[in-house]
């Protein structure tokens, strides 16, 4: 079965800091690769998505996201962080076994960036 | 707003209890899903619609789980009989498409739900 794996559940940073957040996911076959977030009481947003091509893919509000298709990962980063970041960060797949239709979620990180 | 929206946004409940959600999609969008996401953990798929029909079912979906999509616009998802392990955030969310293509799929607000 396929599954997300995100290595850190909470994060704090200072503000200017560097972020990276893990994910790792298990399936084979070709897969589209996404990062959510959800800010204090919004609704989960899509901050990126991988579908297929450059696999540096770069989101919204400064966001990137590497695709390493033989460490089956697809790591979150931001060069620095603002206040504004604080949020709830999940990793997602979908694959084509799943008719790309359903998402599979990463348990999720939360990140707290300090002033 | 022309986003998702789900009623009630909260609702607390006895066990034993039936409970309805409903969930309404951004109006151009022909796929609607439903996911379950309980505390410290990331959303999990319950089930989708393309139009009215039902196309996929989580074995997260028991029997006293049914959601319907009768004219392919609004949902809704009715838990049976609830239990206390019924309780979390139950998510809506909406596409366009068709087929094997993937298109982004956008998030209602959520029903929390609370079982006593």
């Known amino acids: 079965a396929q599954s997300v794996s995100q290595h850190n559940h909470h994060v704090i940073l200072s503000e200017a800091a560097s972020l990276e957040l893990g994910c790792n996911y298990s399936y084979g076959g070709t897969v589209n690769l996404f990062w959510y977030v959800q800010y204090p009481g919004q609704h989960l947003q899509l901050l990126l998505k991988y579908f297929s091509g450059d696999p540096l893919v770069k989101g919204i509000k400064g966001f990137e996201a590497e695709f390493i298709k033989s460490k089956f990962s697809f790591n979150l980063r931001k060069p620095s962080v603002q206040w504004s970041d604080t949020a709830e960060y999940f990793c997602?797949?979908?694959?084509?076994?799943?008719?790309?239709?359903?998402?599979?979620f990463g348990a999720g990180t939360r990140l707290a960036v300090h002033p | 707003d022309t986003g998702v929206s789900q009623n009630p946004r909260h609702k607390i409940t006895k066990r034993g209890q039936n409970v309805t959600f409903r969930c309404d999609p951004i109006s151009e969008h022909n796929r609607l899903y439903w996911y379950r996401q309980t505390l410290g953990q990331g959303p999990e798929f319950l089930t989708y619609?393309?139009?009215?029909?039902?196309?996929?079912k989580s074995r997260l979906l028991s029997d006293r789980f049914s959601a319907e999509r009768p004219k392919g616009s609004f949902s809704t998802l009715e838990i049976q009989r609830t239990e206390q392990g019924d309780s979390a955030m139950y998510l809506c969310a909406s596409s366009r498409g068709s087929g094997g293509i993937y298109n982004e799929q956008f998030f209602g607000p959520g029903t929390r739900l609370t079982v006593l």
């Open positions: 619609f393309q139009n009215e029909a039902q196309l996929e």
């Open positions: 997602a797949v979908s694959s084509l076994s799943g008719g790309y239709n359903k998402l599979i």
